[in-house]
């Protein structure tokens, strides 16, 4: 079982930057693909990035446009979600996930989904 409880959220002009954190927690395996997704008012439920504990390689998608970037300590205690230039079409709550199996990161954004889930942060960009 993997409890994770994201942080940093919170309100910011278009052009800002935020830092969202994640922890992870729990008995055994905390996952070895960690990913980030958001839900915007009235949209379903989208892949923003992941990342494979064992090495960097990350995937985002494509409406990060090198805006984001996500990075992990090496204790697999924190992922971050490093965001830069917000736009208001950013504006959602953002959740942390984990998976214990190892698929490549493209099924993950493909998928949509993982298997463990925080409760998210709420991210409000201002125009």
């Known amino acids: 079982q993997v409890q994770l409880r994201e942080s940093g959220g919170g309100l910011v002009q278009a052009g800002g930057s935020l830092r969202l954190s994640c922890a992870t927690s729990g008995r055994g395996s905390r996952g070895n693909v960690m990913g980030w997704f958001r839900q915007s008012p009235g949209k379903e439920r989208e892949f923003v990035g992941a990342i494979n504990w064992a090495d960097p390689r990350t995937h985002y998608a494509d409406f990060v446009e090198g805006r984001f970037t996500i990075f992990r300590d090496n204790t697999k205690k924190f992922v971050y979600l490093q965001m830069n230039n917000l736009k208001p079409e950013d504006t959602a709550v953002y959740y942390c996930?984990?998976?214990?199996?190892?698929?490549?990161?493209?099924?993950?954004?493909?998928?949509?989904?993982?298997?463990?889930w925080g409760e998210g942060t709420l991210v409000t960009v201002s125009s």
């Open positions: 996930a984990a998976d214990t199996r190892l698929f490549s990161l493209t099924y993950y954004a493909a998928e949509g989904s993982m298997e463990y």
